[in-house]
């Protein structure tokens, strides 16, 4: 029996033994094992928060920021990765440690990865009003800057070129006006570091993003007031090794459309009608805009790039030269730019850097807008020289010169620079946790020569014996950014927490010398000590300098619910040097975001006809700091010189008061928007409806003095209001193998009115102000900025005809009509007679494949606005006899007759016209050799382009797409200047290649 339960012992031993046996084994053969990899789109992008599960269970992950993951998972399991817009992929682990996925789209327009401030979001987690244009969209041809790039493409988005001169920048703004002594410009960020438009050249730019609301852009703070438009730059990456790309263009230039003038001919005529004295016959024929315009103006474009290196060290480096010759003579623009930006990863991808250096260097001739106001003056029969070879000119003739002689007699080379190095540091520490820190220093230089010579009229008219002058000066900007971010799923949950704290800081500074009456023209302003007014105290000396802080911290929370709802909540707090001396200098800008995918609901579940749905409403406010610094405390000014025991003392005397309430301006505001994916993509497009309210806007107001010591002071007391509608449709048309034909529609709509100018401690003594401004010989205001009126309102005398001999006749603000003796021509006679800011913005945008081939064309427009034509208000008047005019002069005005000789210039409603346009601006043409044979040549592309190619318009001036701002607080729009340079059609070649 002892036996018997010995071996029963044993055997039972034995079993538990064999037991443990196949345990160990089955643990060897699946137990979990640790694996890592990086998930990645067919573009080779990494693709943070796809939601990673081992199949037949809950536990998973997400990949982090940079699209890696690591996590525990048995050897023989199965990994399932899911991803909105994305096709689900289902890898077996086969007990490998390291696992790269590539995800193919299955909804491009949902799995898009789009910036947003301090970061970036899938399209399908948006919700706020952004939106992205990639280089593929890109407005091409010799663009001027990189807000060229976005003409048409971007509704809300105005940007315009009121000016061909080649060193003019766009005018770029976002729904409208936010201010009205505050800061105007857009914030720009390049590569997560404040920069500009000139900060890369356009053709580096990989993608540019547009924050339009107040809940995007309250991230930025009081920096993104009036809207932020993100540059991304094409970046290195280990995918593309040892390569060269090459983008070059040839651009011929021409005038879009000349004024008509009257001729030689034209003067003869009218001297043999007796309109005109016979000397004014001078016995030339000259066309005084082709004698200072370039005979065949060419520019031309060329870049290099070149991209190499591995996964873990990689580079790209680009060089950039571009001229653009303008179509008058002596004004260019030479611009070089050498970028190289280096990314470097090591600790198994733990610790990442990226180095960025840039430079930049301009050379340039800019064009006297004077000297085009002169050849609309010239003589048409005068000649550019006379017979010795000089110059003719008329010095007795009031503000008229010869415009050739200007320009070759004068010397105005303008240099300028910018450096910028900025560096990157990421470290990873744990799944999901990104700690990181942007340094940036950019330095600004420039450095401007004039001189006019002895043979310029300044000399010959004025006796000043040569005119030197010489402006340099510099900026150093500084930025700085630590910040962390966390993202983290557990089961139907995603959610990202983001803080940081941000400095920067810019020194600037300036000095200019001019000097005149020069012994010899032969050194101009490379001695320009030698002028006599140096000697006699006449010559001109200054020099500033300004330095200006801002600090921020910056919170922010996204959650991501079943990716059915969607928040976001975000707070910036600002403290800026502006506000030194002010009792509250910091400043709170918080924000909300809420999204709705309806898409998701079970309710939808059998409906076919949305991909996608998403329903989205924020609210954020934003700040805007004064231009001005220290207008908290009180300034004293250096005054005039009094004799004090026998010495000439330079007094002291109150300059601003102390204002120690000055605050921030204020944007609130709330935006509700739809975004919709119809029919499997065929179409789709975004809705948005938001209303601005402006608050405590800065306006000089005037005060007792005393008890105050100065008159005036700059306070916080008006409101603002400015609301919209946008709208976009992109439809796939045709969606073949060899044939693909998109269409995009963007529609805008905005209105800005003053609502209030006062408060209950500052009172404006009249409830509106002037602004604008007509020049000479008119010299009066052109718009009113009224309480409860639109921000851009005309306000002028409103003319109904013309009596039977050519005099005005004039309707009186109460609707009686007065005869031109009769009328008072007093403020109290004008009235609005218009409005320059467009009620609505359109762009249609058409791009077409067809095998190799590539066909796209760029068409936008603005309605419902009026435009001052300042050229035919200085030029159609007969009484100017002394200087030429327009073949319109001889017209009757109104049917009626022609305009009475006795009546001066006026600024008056019949030279304020409808400005509608339509412009289908940008036409391009291309062939890729995509199926070329050779080892060294890839993808050559040949294009054609043209830029500003036809505007339909009823506009009788040159082109309708005149200056939106009209002055520096952006308050009178709408005039095209009689000195305008004007504006140009383009037509370019353009090759590109890789090798």
Known sequence: ???????????????????????????????????????????????????????????????????????????????????????????????????????????????????????????????????????????????????????????????????????????????????????????????????????????????????????????????????????????????????????????????????????GDDYRRQIAAGTRQASYDLGSNTDWIKAMSNSFPVSHIHGLTFRGGNDQTNYLASLNYRYNQGIFLKSDHQQITGRVDINHSMLDGKLKFNLGLLQTNF????????????????????????????????????????????????????????????????????????????????????????????????????????????????????????????????????????????????????????????????????????????????????????????????????????????????????????????????????????????????????????????????????????????????LLGYGNYVLYNGQYIQTLAPAQNANPGLRWEEKHETDLGLDYSMFKGLISGTIDVYKRKVTDLLYNFSVPSPPNLYPSTFANAGTMENKGLEAVVNINAIRKKDFQWTTSFNFSTNSNKLTSLSNDIYQATTPYFTTGYTGDPIQTFTNIVQVGHNIGDFYGFKVTGVSADGKWIYQEPDGTTKQYDQFNHSFNDKQVIGNGIPKYYAGWNNTIHYKDWDFGVTMRGAFGFQILNALRMNYENTSVTNYNRLKSSEDKVFGTAVLNKTVPLEFNSYYVENGNYWKIDNINLGYTWRNLKSKFVHNPRIYISTLNTFTITKYKGLDPEVDRFGDSNGLAPGMESRDTYPTIRTYTIGLSASF
């Open 363 to 634: 050379n340039d001739h800019p064009f006297n807008t004077y000297d085009y106001e002169q050849q609309l003056k010239m003589n048409p029969t005068a000649p550019v020289r006379l017979a010795d070879g000089s110059f003719y000119q008329e010095p007795n003739n009031f503000e008229y010169q010869n415009p050739v002689s200007d320009i070759f007699n004068t010397d105005q080379p303008q240099t300028s620079f910018t450096s910028k190095y900025n560096a990157t540091i990421t470290y990873l520490p744990i799944v999901g946790l990104r700690l990181s820190a942007i340094g940036s220093y950019t330095k600004h230089g420039y450095l401007n020569r004039y001189f006019a010579n002895f043979e310029n009229i300044s000399t010959i008219r004025d006796n000043q014996g040569g005119v030197a002058d010489i402006q340099q000066g510099q900026s150093v900007d500084r930025y700085l950014n630590f910040s962390a971010e966390y993202s983290k799923a557990f089961g139907d949950h995603r959610f990202t927490l983001l803080g940081g704290y941000e400095y920067q800081d810019n020194n600037s500074f300036s000095t200019e010398m001019g000097n005149h009456n020069f012994p010899t023209d032969l050194f101009g302003y490379n001695a320009i000590q030698q002028g006599a007014a140096l000697k006699n105290g006449t010559a001109l000396m200054t020099s500033g300098q300004s330095l200006t802080n801002l600090i921020s911290y910056i919170g922010r929370l996204t959650y991501n619910y079943k990716e059915k709802y969607l928040l976001l909540a975000s707070l910036r707090i600002d403290g800026a040097s502006q506000f030194y001396g002010a009792a509250h200098p910091f400043g709170k800008f918080p924000a909300v975001q809420a999204g709705w995918r309806i898409t998701k609901e079970s309710f939808m579940d059998d409906q076919k006809i949305f991909d996608d749905l998403k329903l989205r409403a924020g609210y954020g406010i934003t700040g805007n700091p004064p231009r001005q610094s220290f207008l908290g405390v009180g």
């Open 1 to 263: 029996m002892k036996k018997i339960r010995l071996y029963l012992r044993y055997r039972l031993l034995f079993a538990l033994f064999l037991a443990s046996i196949l345990s160990l084994c089955a643990h060897a053969q699946s137990g979990d094992i640790k694996i890592k990899g990086i998930v990645k789109d067919t573009k080779g992008l990494p693709l943070p928060g796809v939601s990673i599960k081992i199949k037949g269970t809950n536990a998973g992950g997400q990949t982090s920021l940079e699209g890696d993951f690591t996590l525990n998972a048995p050897a023989n399991s199965t990994l399932v990765f899911t991803f909105i817009g994305f096709v689900t992929k289902e890898v077996p682990v086969n007990n490998h440690n390291v696992i790269n996925v590539v995800l193919t789209d299955n909804n491009q327009s949902l799995s898009e990865v789009v910036v947003i401030g301090y970061g970036a979001q899938r399209k399908a987690d948006v919700t706020s009003a952004v939106t992205t244009v990639k280089s593929t969209d890109f407005v091409t041809g010799p663009v001027s800057d990189a807000a060229e790039l976005l003409k048409g493409k971007v509704a809300g988005l105005s940007v315009s070129s009121p000016s061909g001169d080649p060193n003019a920048q766009s005018q770029i703004m976002l729904r409208g006006n936010n201010s009205l002594y505050g800061n105007l410009g857009l914030l720009y960020i390049v590569d997560g570091v404040p920069g500009d438009l000139l900060t890369v050249a356009p053709e580096d730019i990989a993608e540019i993003s547009v924050l339009k609301d107040g809940s995007s852009a309250a991230i930025y703070g009081v920096r993104g007031s009036n809207g932020v438009i993100i540059i991304t730059t094409k970046h290195a990456s280990g995918n593309a090794i040892n390569k060269v790309d090459y983008n070059g263009n040839e651009t011929y230039s021409q005038i879009s459309k000349e004024p008509h003038l009257l001729t």
